[in-house]
């Protein structure tokens, strides 16, 4: 059985203006979302989704259509699902990874260079997050956490999702938050410990490219947040 994907059914990709913004229009047909929603998009967005479309060769991948997948499921979403991706923040946050020091000296001090300036801007935007040492599980203060889904509950889905998705793939909330701040370093924090075992041991071609996989994910959907903006 062939794993490729359906055949381009489609010459011209343009964009057609909509209320709200730009669609991408296949051979003058608007494309449309699983949800059947048109695939709209502002206009930064919508001229990189049309590119993604335009660059596909004689079968479609959505593998490499990435801005053209999140755009989707962010015009599918419900309201529910928008509860479900706060949550999901929130709960990142009552254990987040930067709040734990590891036990080893070296490995600690790299932590705290690459944890409190995101911690810090945390703070700033009301969300000081409890510190400790090793794996013993800290409680996080609701106040906090309250703050914290305050701020998640006033954000469009178009952010939200994203920040969902970036919670997860760096296993932190705060990082999720603040990434794009100093995109370098958040990722060097979400995958130190990672880095650090790899020194010591060597990485495996299986942990290299799911290393690779991962950073591949991090930069679609800081690159989403950047054009949707």
């Not at 079968?59 to 989707?72: A, E, I, K, S």
Request: proline fraction near 3%.
């Amino acid at each position: 059985m062939s794993d490729k994907g359906p055949k381009r059914f489609y010459k011209d990709v343009t964009l057609l203006e909509r209320e709200g913004g730009f669609a991408v229009a296949l051979d003058g047909r608007v494309a449309k979302t699983a949800g059947r929603a048109e695939l709209v998009a502002p206009k930064a967005l919508a001229e990189a989704l049309r590119e993604e479309w335009d660059a596909q060769g004689e079968h479609l991948d959505m593998q490499t259509m990435p801005l053209t997948r999140l755009q989707g499921f962010v015009l599918d979403a419900e309201e529910e699902g928008r509860a479900e991706f706060a949550d999901t923040i929130v709960q990142y946050a009552g254990s987040d990874l930067l709040c734990y020091r590891a036990e080893d000296r070296d490995l600690a001090a790299r932590q705290e260079a690459l944890f409190a300036p995101f911690l810090a801007l945390a703070e700033g935007d009301g969300t000081k997050l409890l510190v400790t040492s090793g794996i013993v599980p800290i409680a996080q203060d609701e106040t906090a956490l309250t703050a914290l889904r305050a701020r998640l509950e006033g954000m469009g889905t178009a952010e939200l999702y994203p920040r969902k998705l970036l919670t997860e793939i760096t296993g932190s909330a705060v990082l999720g938050l603040y990434a794009e701040r100093d995109p370098e370093n958040a990722f060097a924090a979400a995958r130190l410990d990672e880095a650090f075992q790899a020194e010591k041991w060597g990485l495996d071609s299986e942990a290299e490219a799911r290393e690779n996989a991962l950073r591949r994910d991090y930069d679609s959907v800081l690159r989403f947040l950047e054009l949707g903006r």
